[in-house]
């Protein structure tokens, strides 16, 4: 996984080449159970309590730490084209004035892989720079790596 976050914009990008067709990589996010087995850094788990995968659709989850902590989690989706592009904003389970906006692109990358573009855009640069801080770049990195290995053992 390859991320850059520049110096001039509250965006952090993430990119990664996986080893299957987009439709199986898009359908590691559409899937409910499928995201109970990567969403999240190493140790992490997660309860979903509400998901409607939809153009206004809402995906409420507990993310699990592995000290037993829980974080309230909502997203709601802006756009949804199949196995090609996701938009979504992402916050806690709450009006969250930290709210971020996602956007995640699914590209043929040749001989069956994908890859997959994430870019996150946060309200400030302070707030990147915070979630820069407790580590989300690595964290993101083992979510990836998480997501990869599912698609890649499941085609």
């Known amino acids: 996984t390859i991320a850059t976050a520049p110096d001039d914009?509250?965006?952090?990008?993430?990119?990664?080449i996986v080893n299957a067709r987009r439709e199986a990589v898009f359908g590691a996010w559409e899937d409910p159970e499928a995201l109970k087995h990567w969403w999240g850094p190493?140790?992490?788990?997660?309860?979903?309590?509400?998901?409607?995968?939809?153009?206004?659709?809402?995906?409420r989850f507990i993310m699990h730490?592995?000290?037993g902590m829980g974080f309230a989690n909502r997203v709601v989706y802006r756009e949804i084209v199949r196995n090609e592009r996701l938009a979504y904003s992402h916050g806690a389970d709450i009006d969250?004035?930290?709210?971020f906006q996602v956007e995640v692109t699914f590209a043929d990358a040749g001989a069956g892989r994908t890859m997959v573009t994430i870019t996150s855009t946060f309200p400030s640069m302070e707030r990147r720079a915070t979630?820069?801080?407790?580590?989300?770049?690595?964290?993101?990195?083992?979510?990836?790596?998480?997501?990869?290995?599912?698609?890649?053992?499941?085609g």
């Open 9 to 16: 914009k509250p965006i952090i990008r993430m990119e990664r």
């Open 65 to 67: 730490a592995p000290n």
């Open 131 to 154: 979630v820069m801080g407790f580590g989300a770049v690595e964290l993101g990195k083992q979510t990836w790596d998480k997501l990869a290995e599912w698609v890649e053992t499941r």
């Open 42 to 59: 190493n140790g992490f788990s997660i309860t979903i309590l509400e998901r409607a995968f939809e153009v206004g659709g809402v995906f």
């Open 96 to 99: 969250d004035p930290d709210t």
